[in-house]
């Protein structure tokens, strides 16, 4: 069993940034996908990003450069940095996991989730 903690969510101006982590427990995951998703209330949850169990694996939903996915193995974190936040950046993130870390990550049905960290953008 996996389990995720996410944290750095906040209140940030428009144009700010923030550095999302999540921290994993009860396995190792070398071998994971790690993604991160965000859901609005009212709408679907949609992928943001993801990163296989190798180097360069990264994947983004938004190619503009804003999004900096990232993982420590040794620490069993992986990190979602956003710049140039906008106000349509609002919602709730979420980390998941999943074993299957040499897949194509964005196709992934990410088996463990985080209960989520609130990103508020707002002036």
């Known amino acids: 069993q996996v389990q995720l903690v996410e944290s750095g969510g906040g209140l940030v101006q428009p144009g700010g940034s923030l550095r999302l982590s999540c921290a994993a427990s009860g396995r190792d995951l070398d071998y994971y996908a790690m993604a991160w998703f965000r859901q609005v209330p009212g709408k679907e949850r949609e992928w943001v990003s993801c990163i296989g169990s190798s180097e360069g694996s990264a994947n983004y939903a938004d190619p503009g450069g804003r999004f900096t996915i990232s993982r420590d193995n040794v620490k069993n974190t992986v990190t979602l940095q956003v710049n140039s936040l906008k106000p349509e950046d609002t919602a709730i993130y979420y980390c998941?996991?999943?074993?299957?870390?040499?897949?194509?990550?964005?196709?992934?049905?990410?088996?463990?989730w985080g209960q989520g960290t609130q990103v508020t953008v707002s002036s």
């Open positions: 998941a996991a999943d074993r299957r870390g040499g897949s194509y990550c964005p196709m992934i049905e990410y088996q463990y």
